[in-house]
C-alpha cells in the first residue's frame, strides 16, 4: 500500500508548474525579437559602411587622376553599379565593392542616393553623382533615430 507523500504530482502542482514555464516563454519572446533587430541594425551600418567606403575609394581613385569622369560630377560615382562594375585603370578592370548588398531592412538592393548637388534633407536623387547612401527604410532604430537618415 502506497503512502498519500509519494503520489505524482497533483493537478495544481503541475498547473503551477505549467503557468510558470509560459511566463517565462512570454518573456523570452521580446528578447528575442530585440536581438534580432539589433543584428540588422548592425549589418545595415557594416552595409552602409562598406558602400560608403567603396564611394571614398573611387573619388580618391578619380582626384589622383586614375580615370576620367564627367565634369559635374564632383569625381564621385554616377551609381552604384559603376562600382561593382569597375573602371578601366590602365589597361585593367578595379572593382571598388563586390555587389550591392541587400539591405537588412527592406530586403532589397536598393538603395536611397543623394547626389553632390541634392540637398542635405532631400528623399529624391538628381542623378548627377552617387555622393552618399541611406536606407529606403521608414523604420525606428533602437535608439530612437530613423533608419533613412543613418
Do not use: C
Request: no cysteine; aromatic share 8%.
Amino acid at each position: 500500500m502506497r503512502d498519500r507523500g509519494e503520489a505524482g504530482m497533483t493537478l495544481v502542482e503541475l498547473i503551477v508548474v505549467v503557468s510558470i514555464i509560459a511566463l517565462l516563454a512570454t518573456a523570452a519572446v521580446p528578447i528575442a525579437r530585440f536581438q534580432l533587430k539589433r543584428q540588422k541594425e548592425r549589418e545595415l551600418r557594416a552595409d552602409l559602411w562598406m558602400m560608403r567606403d567603396a564611394i571614398d575609394r573611387y573619388k580618391d581613385a578619380a582626384d589622383r587622376g586614375a580615370f576620367q569622369t564627367k565634369v559635374d560630377s564632383f569625381n564621385y560615382p554616377p551609381d552604384l553599379d559603376t562600382l561593382v562594375n569597375g573602371v578601366d585603370v590602365k589597361d585593367k578592370k578595379v572593382r571598388f565593392l563586390r555587389e550591392i548588398p541587400v539591405d537588412p531592412m527592406t530586403k532589397t538592393n536598393e538603395w536611397q542616393l543623394r547626389s553632390m548637388q541634392d540637398d542635405a534633407d532631400t528623399t529624391s536623387w538628381g542623378g548627377q553623382n552617387v555622393f552618399d547612401v541611406h536606407s529606403k527604410s521608414d523604420g525606428t532604430a533602437l535608439d530612437g533615430t530613423r533608419y533613412s537618415s543613418w
